[in-house]
């Protein structure tokens, strides 16, 4: 048995140690906003948090995070109004979605550690997830848009 904060709420599973955390995520769990991109951690697009960490749940075993919390983007903001989220929508960012949550989620890590980042700090960071649809522009748009809410806010 694994025993997981998942989204705030502590979880046990019964799964085999090597289990990736996204199957256990999807499968066990059924949060199925966490997606299963490329399965060798070069799309991003199963990115989740781990104690709020950026980390590539396809290539993360289970056992690994064992007593650890660990957030999806179902757990980022309890009514989906994280200023992320609400940019996300408000730019119309996603055209076939399938990597957006991934990509909020590597988000969500970058302004959390960084709110101000600049145009170079969120390329940097936000390098290692893929869009196969193209919409980075739109892309660093929202998380400059989120960035100044947040510094707004504080």
């Keep these: 048995m ?4 998942i ?4 979880t046990t599973v019964d799964a085999q140690e090597d289990t990736p955390l996204l199957w256990v995520i999807r499968e066990h769990l059924k949060l199925t906003g966490t997606k299963f991109g490329c399965g060798m951690g070069q799309c991003g697009a199963c990115t989740v948090h781990v104690d709020g960490h950026p980390t590539y749940s396809c290539l993360t075993p289970v056992a690994t995070v064992n007593g650890k919390s660990i957030t999806t ?17 408000d730019l119309e960012v996603a055209q076939c979605g399938y990597c957006q949550s ?4 590597r988000a969500a890590g970058l302004l959390a550690n960084n709110p101000k980042p600049t145009r170079t700090d969120i390329v940097n960071h936000m390098s290692s997830n893929l869009c196969r649809c193209g919409t980075y522009p739109a892309i660093m748009a929202a998380i400059e848009q989120a960035s100044a809410e947040i510094a707004d806010e504080k």
């Design 2 to 5: 694994i025993s997981l904060k």
């Design 7 to 10: 989204n705030g709420v502590d």
């Design 73 to 89: 983007i179902e757990g980022l903001s309890e009514k989906s109004d994280h200023p992320l989220q609400k940019a996300w929508v």
């Design 102 to 105: 991934g990509q909020i989620m």
